[in-house]
């Protein structure tokens, strides 16, 4: 079946630090991937999304790149704030299939001043 | 714009009973999805809807239920509720049904249910 895996939190960084969570992927063709951030009381966003192999997403600072041979798509940021403190969610969905995500479990993220 | 707005916002219901939950999505999306996300864990998959027809189900038994209206609204039902219904649940609205990988998929705020 399809699955994501994310690294575990929860994360705790200095301000200005830089930040990787990883994802890794297992699924059954050619899948679109995401990062979500959820920020304290609030519902899901949309960070950034790849849809095809080598793409690169990118917003607000936040990368990540779609690489198939090792079916990762690890997020990074070259200097977290503490308004990047959040819940952050790799997620993927295949090509031709209803509007159905699968997530990973989540990573909290923590800057400090 | 309003973007997908989902009431209530909080309830607490106690096992046996059962709920409703609504969702409205951004106007001009015809897909409508739900998700479960309990405490400390990433949402699942539960129903998608597009033109009115189930279009999607998860792993989740028939209590759970959920129709779309012609306005595109949706409700989801959970019947015979127990203490493991308690959790978060997400509505997400998009454009397409199928097939469109591009199309952005925007999550409401939430419905916290509480079950005791």
């Known amino acids: 079946g399809n699955s994501v895996t994310q690294m575990e939190g929860p994360v705790t960084l200095s301000e200005e630090a830089f930040l990787t969570i990883n994802c890794t992927y297992t699924?059954?063709?050619?899948?679109?991937l995401f990062w979500y951030v959820q920020y304290p009381g609030e519902g899901l966003q949309l960070l950034l999304k790849?849809?095809?192999?080598?793409d690169k997403g990118s917003n607000k600072g936040f990368e990540a790149t779609y690489r198939k041979e090792t079916t990762s798509f690890h997020l990074e940021k070259g200097s977290v704030q503490v308004s990047d403190s959040a819940v952050y969610f790799c997620?993927?969905?295949?090509?031709?299939?209803?509007?159905?995500?699968?997530f990973g479990s989540g990573t909290q993220l923590t800057v400090l001043p | 714009d309003a973007g997908v707005t989902q009431s209530p916002t909080h309830l607490i219901k106690t096992r046996g009973q059962q709920v409703t939950l609504r969702c409205s999505p951004i106007?001009?999306?015809?897909?409508v999805s739900w998700y479960q996300q309990v405490l400390g864990q990433g949402p699942q998959f539960i129903f998608q809807?597009?033109?009115?027809?189930?279009?999607g189900r998860g792993n989740f038994p028939d209590r759970f239920s959920a129709r779309q209206f012609p306005n595109y609204s949706s409700e989801l039902n959970v019947n015979a509720l127990l203490l493991g219904d308690s959790a978060l649940y997400l509505c997400?609205?998009?454009?397409?049904?199928?097939?469109?990988?591009?199309?952005?998929?925007?999550f409401g705020e939430g419905s916290w249910l509480t079950v005791v």
């Open positions: 997400a609205s998009s454009l397409a049904g199928q097939g469109d990988s591009g199309n952005t998929i925007y």
């Open positions: 699924a059954t063709g050619y899948p679109s």
């Open positions: 790849a849809t095809k192999a080598d």
């Open positions: 997620a993927l969905r295949l090509a031709g299939s209803a509007r159905q995500l699968t």
């Open positions: 106007s001009g999306h015809k897909s």
């Open positions: 809807y597009y033109e009115k027809e189930e279009r």
